[in-house]
């Protein structure tokens, strides 16, 4: 039940879509989807980075496994953007690197934000510990609002993923998503 097994990794991926109706979880390695996992001292098989949404209107929308994965956001609208790394090993690492871009324009006047918002998820273990064999983070976004006298022309959230096991194996493609208004 805790050995890492190849068949363990393609269960994993039937059950990630579920992972998005579990959020929020008790913490980023505790999800009831994600199973304990003893690291081997050999692991050459790399982990996968996921990419999702979840709304507050509809639940799970869209989750991929490198994207790119795409949604508007409504105006009273609420979603998660979150980013799942899964290996059979044990997921070691997830880095999210997240750009966010708000217009804000007050005639022919208009001001742009751009906060970066990078995102490090790890776990302690080394080889023959028992580890969790997934990591996730995200971030709730709403329709922002500018500052007074301004109106919002345009809003992107944009990630992307990366997972890193034990052995140092990094996901060969990053995972990226996008939300956006309009």
Same mark, same amino acid.
């Given at each position: 039940m805790y050995g890492a097994t190849r068949t363990g990794t393609m269960r994993a991926t039937r059950w990630l879509p579920a992972l998005a109706l579990a959020i929020p979880c008790l913490g980023f390695t505790e999800c009831p989807y994600f199973s304990p996992v003893v690291v081997p001292a050999v692991d050459t098989t790399a982990p996968t980075a996921y990419v999702g949404i979840w709304t507050s209107a509809g639940g799970y @929308?869209?989750?991929?496994? $490198? &994207?790119?994965?795409?949604?508007?956001? &409504?105006?009273? @609208?609420?979603?998660?953007?979150?980013?799942?790394?899964?290996?059979?090993?044990?997921?070691?690492?997830?880095?999210? *690197?997240?750009?966010? $871009?708000?217009?804000?324009?007050?005639?022919?006047?208009?001001?742009?934000?751009?906060?970066?918002?990078?995102? *490090? @998820?790890?776990?302690? &273990?080394? *080889? &023959?510990?028992?580890?969790?064999?997934?990591? =996730?983070?995200?971030? =709730?976004?709403?329709?922002?609002?500018?500052?007074?006298? $301004?109106?919002?022309?345009? $809003?992107a959230y944009r990630w992307s993923a990366v997972a890193t096991d034990f052995r140092g194996n990094t996901s060969p493609r990053s995972a990226s998503g996008a939300i956006h208004y309009p």
């Open positions: @929308e869209a989750l991929s496994p $490198y &994207g790119p994965v795409d949604r508007s956001i &409504g105006p009273n @609208e609420q979603v998660l953007a979150f980013a799942v790394a899964s290996d059979a090993g044990g997921a070691q690492a997830l880095r999210i *690197t997240a750009d966010e $871009y708000l217009v804000c324009c007050r005639g022919d006047i208009c001001q742009v934000v751009n906060p970066g918002l990078p995102m *490090t @998820e790890t776990q302690p &273990g080394s *080889t &023959g510990a028992t580890v969790s064999n997934g990591i =996730w983070n995200g971030r =709730w976004i709403a329709r922002p609002t500018c500052p007074a006298g $301004y109106t919002l022309q345009s $809003y």
